[in-house]
């Protein structure tokens, strides 16, 4: 199984990023996807899970309202859209695969997946 997670970079508060990740030597589609972040100093912490079919999401109180997670099983891609910026959203982004059906899961341990993760800075 690969991930490659991609779409990070620097943006300025209030600002928008879309990560993108594609995945690889899986059955994509039989997959809860999530995306997880790392911020320097700090734990790894979930941020946003999708269902197999794309159609049920669970997401971090901080990020609620402000992130989208979607996918596209027909390109084997998740996607997460950061809108309204914050700098404390600043972290490695990480996109990771979830063999269960159980997409409430938001400890990394139920993942068995991990892409290389993608570097948000957001400036203040």
């Known amino acids: 199984v690969q991930l490659q997670a991609f779409g990070g970079g620097l943006v300025q508060t209030g600002g928008s990023l879309r990560l993108s990740c594609a995945a690889s030597?899986?059955?994509?589609?039989?997959?809860?996807m999530g995306w997880f972040r790392q911020a320097p100093g700090k734990e790894r912490e979930f941020v946003a899970a999708l269902n197999r079919s794309g159609v049920r999401m669970n997401y971090a109180d901080s990020v609620k309202g402000r992130f989208t997670i979607s996918r596209d099983n027909a390109r084997n891609m998740v996607f997460l859209q950061m809108n309204s910026l914050k700098p404390e959203d600043t972290a490695v982004y990480y996109c990771?695969?979830?063999?269960?059906?159980?997409?409430?899961?938001?400890?990394?341990?139920?993942?068995?997946?991990w892409g290389q993760g993608t570097l948000v800075t957001v400036s203040s």
């Open positions: 030597g899986l059955i994509f589609s039989s997959y809860v």
């Open positions: 990771a695969a979830n063999p269960t059906t159980n997409f409430y899961n938001r400890s990394p341990g139920g993942y068995s997946s």
